[in-house]
């Protein structure tokens, strides 16, 4: 899910959005901050995320195009893309009252009456919450690659700023990607990661992450099957975006013929990469190179019920 953490502060006329790490996020989201300044209550401060609302879901790749130096720019994408405020925490209700030190069930019943009373506007969401084990089963294995995960908190516990005081069970995935390049250990003759691809519609090779969880064990004889694919000719495909098989350590890599497929697992797609690292599962003598397409990793079409359940709030 595509979002960005951020608490939002409201003293009179006064809006101010930050991120977790303290960053401003005011500037780069001009038109929630008029709808925070719109709300009746005139004090709170609220914990959520920023999101952008799409037609599969929530757009991180809209979101991130907002961290703009440029105002003319933040106004245009504003009122293209109107973000959204999820509401999951309350530090400091409508009576400028501290919920800090209140445990988790206070203060999810203050967020909810707050949200009761402004829920007429569209761009303020609630998150949703549940006290059953099966409910939060459902959530996961229902909304494909829509959800990151599900946070599990303690009902008894206070606000801890600046702590992890939670629990995130993630949704991970997997998909058969091939190898189209490698990187050597860095001070090393052997191989430190392996650069994935899939085919894109057009059969082109596209670049869409990496691994470097390979064991010492495997890398003598991996680093040999690798070198004897070095294709230092072979055309670095993906012609639609030349840069995807390059980075800042681009003269480092060895493209190698398309040959290996691997399975790996992952968090979370960003556009049409993965977000993070991914890691090695095994690997797939057993399936084509070609069948390794992004339509493994694509979202639905359309948001799963809980997403869309809470963006129609």
Known sequence: MGRFRCLAFRAGDHVDLRAKSGKPLTRYFPELVEVLKALKPKCFVLDGELAIPATNGLSFDALQQRIHPAESRVAKLAAETPSILILFDMLVDAKNKSLVEEPL????????????????????????????????????????????????????????????AMLKVKHLRSADCVVGGFRYASGSKEVGSLLLGL???????????????????ERPALTKNLEALIALRVRRQGARRPSRWSTERSSEWEPVKPKIVVEVRYDHVTGDRFRHGTKLVRFRPDKAPKQCTFEQIMPARKPPKLIATMLDQ
């Open 105 to 164: 069930t206070k203060r999810r019943a203050a967020l909810e009456a707050f949200y009761t009373s402004v829920s007429a506007c569209r761009s303020v969401k609630l998150s949703p919450a549940t006290l059953s084990h099966k409910e939060a089963d459902r959530w996961l294995s229902r909304t494909s690659t829509s959800l990151d995960g599900v946070v599990a908190k303690r009902l008894d516990g206070p606000y801890l700023p600046g702590e992890r």
């Open 199 to 217: 085919y894109n519609e057009a059969g082109q090779l596209d670049h869409v992450g990496f691994t470097s969880a390979i064991t010492d064990k």
